[in-house]
């Protein structure tokens, strides 16, 4: 079997489940959050073989207060966040760990894991927040498929070598490019009255932060030694692998939205 039907079957078992917690919003969503980032960071943790049991639990329990958080107190989630990015400045200025090995860190899975798409979370919480995460979670999908098969099919150039082999300049542009043109199709269809040059701004950056975001991932695969960061999505590897464009999207979404008044 290709691995392009494998990625095809799997997201017709993924899609119904993401579509339907979305719709149900509220704890279900919550718990589905809380699901999807427990097995993320259950594959970073293995993945970057980090050995203390004792911060592990406390870690992942902190986590689980990150979720929490985003569903009944946005305000202290950010806190609680930013408490947690401040612990690890405080621990560089006091020589307690360096910054080249932040990422080899538990306070990195936080962060990393814990952070960005808890974002789902407070953006569906927003009034029309179903309309608003539906729009960004298929103007993201849209961007890695475009991406993924102009590149598979017809890219040529190489576009990040030495970091993501895969990727190639014809496909991070046939994402942008569909990025933008989804986004003000979804805009105008859902009567959101965002301006076109917002919704067009919006689309482009979406589809940049997304690049973004998975050359981080690939960054952190390369350095661990590995392909995928884990086999529980055939034809997309891990959860890891299918939030990574998520983590960094999200917070832009989110503070975007507030900022233009939702």
């Given at each position: 079997?290709?691995?392009?039907?494998k990625?095809?079957?799997t997201?017709l078992?993924?899609?119904p489940?993401v579509?339907y917690?979305v719709?149900?919003?509220?704890?279900v969503f919550?718990?589905f959050v809380?699901?999807?980032?427990?097995?993320?960071?259950w594959?970073l943790?293995?993945?970057l073989?980090?050995?203390e049991?004792?911060?592990s639990?406390?870690?992942?329990?902190l986590?689980?207060?990150?979720?929490?958080?985003?569903?009944t107190?946005?305000?202290?989630f950010?806190?609680?966040?930013?408490?947690?990015?401040?612990i690890w400045i405080?621990?560089?200025?006091?020589?307690?760990?360096?910054?080249?090995?932040f990422?080899?860190?538990?306070?990195?899975?936080?962060?990393?894991v814990?952070?960005?798409?808890?974002?789902s979370?407070l953006i569906?919480?927003l009034?029309?927040?179903i309309?608003l995460?539906?729009?960004?979670?298929?103007?993201?999908?849209?961007?890695?498929?475009?991406?993924?098969?102009v590149?598979?099919?017809?890219?040529?150039t190489?576009a990040?070598?030495?970091?993501?082999?895969?990727k190639?300049?014809?496909?991070?542009?046939?994402?942008?490019?569909?990025?933008?043109?989804?986004?003000i199709?979804?805009f105008?269809?859902?009567?959101l009255?965002?301006p076109?040059?917002?919704?067009?701004?919006?689309?482009?950056?979406?589809?940049f932060?997304?690049?973004?975001?998975?050359?981080?991932?690939?960054?952190?695969?390369?350095?661990?030694?590995?392909?995928?960061?884990g086999?529980?999505l055939?034809?997309?590897?891990?959860?890891l692998?299918?939030i990574?464009?998520?983590?960094?999207?999200?917070?832009?979404?989110?503070?975007i939205?507030?900022?233009l008044?939702?």
């Amino acid at each position: 079997m290709s691995n392009f039907l494998k990625r095809f079957l799997t997201s017709l078992v993924i899609l119904p489940i993401v579509f339907y917690s979305v719709y149900k919003g509220e704890i279900v969503f919550t718990i589905f959050v809380g699901i999807v980032l427990s097995l993320a960071y259950w594959e970073l943790e293995k993945m970057l073989e980090l050995p203390e049991k004792k911060l592990s639990i406390v870690s992942f329990f902190l986590l689980l207060i990150l979720v929490f958080f985003s569903f009944t107190n946005p305000q202290m989630f950010l806190y609680s966040a930013a408490l947690i990015f401040v612990i690890w400045i405080i621990r560089i200025i006091f020589n307690k760990t360096k910054i080249e090995s932040f990422w080899n860190s538990y306070l990195f899975i936080l962060l990393y894991v814990g952070f960005g798409v808890n974002f789902s979370i407070l953006i569906r919480n927003l009034d029309n927040g179903i309309v608003l995460l539906a729009s960004v979670l298929i103007i993201s999908s849209i961007n890695d498929i475009a991406a993924y098969i102009v590149g598979k099919f017809f890219g040529v150039t190489k576009a990040f070598p030495n970091v993501s082999p895969n990727k190639t300049y014809e496909g991070s542009i046939a994402g942008i490019i569909s990025s933008i043109v989804v986004s003000i199709f979804l805009f105008e269809y859902f009567q959101l009255m965002i301006p076109l040059s917002q919704a067009m701004f919006i689309g482009m950056v979406i589809s940049f932060l997304g690049i973004l975001g998975d050359l981080l991932e690939s960054f952190i695969k390369r350095k661990s030694g590995v392909k995928d960061t884990g086999t529980l999505l055939p034809g997309h590897g891990g959860v890891l692998d299918r939030i990574d464009s998520l983590i960094v999207i999200l917070p832009f979404f989110y503070f975007i939205i507030k900022y233009l008044g939702y």
